[in-house]
């Protein structure tokens, strides 16, 4: 009976242990305020950034007539701008689609865009342009277009002097929409 209540107790005290551990490692495992969102600092250089005048951006990538994955996100998106528009803050972030369809004509991007909301604007990136944004941000990143497995990220960029920076990463759909209206005010 002593054998088998240390041996229950030694158990209970690894798991306990690698609870702790991972607890602090992975701190979004036991951070539920934040979950769905990663933190990640570094600048980007994304073409369609030098014409933004906005101190902050969310941009989304994906595919044109995506409906599995894209239409629900960026619906959600228009979601979450209604309600920052509905809060009147000093400055709405731009909200940028990217097609990750090399060479697809760009009024037609822009249209799926806009069938979202008409103040979402967007980029059809040069073969050459993607490919140095999927590596920048490891995007999932297939050439098979609409069918494409992808997942719905969407990054929050913010304008550092005369540079963009990365913020977060929202990796859950639907997103946590009180965590990223709260970073966007905090942000401001």
Not at 38 to 60: A, H
Not at 103 to 110: G, I, K, R, S, Y
Not at 158 to 176: A, C, D, H, M
Request: net charge negative.
């Amino acid at each position: 009976m002593k054998r088998s209540v240390k041996t229950f107790s030694g158990i209970l005290l690894i798991v306990l242990g690698f609870g702790l551990i991972a607890g602090l490692a992975f701190p979004a495992l036991t951070d539920s305020e934040h979950t769905g969102r990663v933190e990640k600092r570094m600048v980007v250089d994304f073409p369609f950034l030098n014409q933004e005048k906005s101190e902050l951006i969310l941009v989304y990538f994906g595919y044109v007539g995506c409906t599995r994955v894209c239409t629900p996100a960026l619906n959600d998106m228009t979601n979450i701008y209604h309600e920052l528009r509905a809060q009147n803050l000093k400055a709405l972030p731009s909200i940028w689609f990217v097609n990750m369809t090399p060479e697809m004509d760009a009024l037609c991007v822009q249209s799926w865009a806009e069938h979202f909301d008409t103040h979402f604007q967007s980029y059809a990136p040069h073969e050459n342009e993607l490919r140095g944004m999927v590596q920048l941000l490891n995007l999932v990143y297939s050439d098979l277009g609409v069918e494409a497995e992808h997942m719905p990220y969407l990054y929050l960029i913010r304008k550092v002097g005369t540079k963009y920076e990365l913020v977060y990463i929202y990796t859950s759909s639907p997103y946590n929409r009180e965590l990223i209206l709260k970073d966007i005010g905090a942000l401001q």
